[in-house]
């Protein structure tokens, strides 16, 4: 992969020049379209855990960011009663996939759904992953790039953020078995540990302030939920030039319990396909 992946960056260099499409050759455009082939059936992710830290490769972003370049926008048609005009076209599902798809669930080419994924009507964009058992529910959005662990749960209306560029912003991370409320918003290359509990509208970005207030001495986080942890919106103030304000934060108020586990255990049985998690 490594030739691979000099070439994806020498071509990358000069995705800005005025004839850069013109003057690719057929090598080059295969090369790029290999490179999302990859990303669509898994054999390459924009992140991965290697030795207990998450590597966000670049390259592959850059590599998603050239076939948008290279593409031109098309009509097409899913059904007898939904067309769309776009440049990238959407995954295509079979039973062998063991992926279940309720209509109208869009996942982008590009992105790589493991099989027992369950999703609602949703929308998955290039480049992101969703790891097996997971459950995508109604309205929630899992932008490019990011990745999305192994039986997770994203309750409706969870906007999970998309980062192509810059290129070396890091990609949103939710870890295997996390249990995400409805209303959360995760965004800016956020790292939830796996096994934590996001209640209903928690808001995390780079910066949110991600306060544990289980001890008498609070510690303070930001872009980072601990495994385990139990988490809530919350708000603090903060002093302005114009006086103090409230401003939002995330109060981890304990950890997960067997008790935790079983309000959210519910959602294997929706998980069911075919006899297979």
Partial sequence: MIDQQLAIESLYKRISEPEFVSQLKPEDR???????????????????????????????????????????????????????????????????????????????????????????????????????????????????????????????????????????TRSVVIEDNVFVGSRCVIVEGVLVEQEAVLGAGVMLTASTPVIDVTTAEKKTYRGFIPKQSVVIPGMMDKEFPAGKFSVPCALIIGKRTASTDKKTSLNEVMRLIDGQI
């Fill in 30 to 168: 295969q090369l790029i379209q290999s490179t999302l082939e990859h990303l669509d059936q898994g054999r390459l992710s924009v992140c991965q855990k290697i030795e207990g830290k998450w590597i966000h490769h670049a390259w592959l972003k850059q590599a998603i960011l050239l076939y948008f370049k290279i593409s031109d926008c098309f009509y097409f048609e899913v059904g007898p009663a939904l067309s769309f005009y776009d440049k990238i076209p959407l995954k295509k599902w079979s039973a062998k996939d063991f992926v279940r798809v309720v209509p109208p669930a869009c996942a982008r080419f590009g992105s790589h759904i493991e099989k027992g994924c369950v999703l609602m009507p949703s929308f998955i964009n290039i480049g992101a992953r969703v790891g097996a058992g997971t459950m995508v529910d109604s309205w929630a959005t899992v932008g490019s790039a990011a990745w999305i662990g192994k039986n997770v749960h994203l309750s409706g209306g969870v906007g999970i953020g998309g980062v192509l560029e810059p290129i070396s």
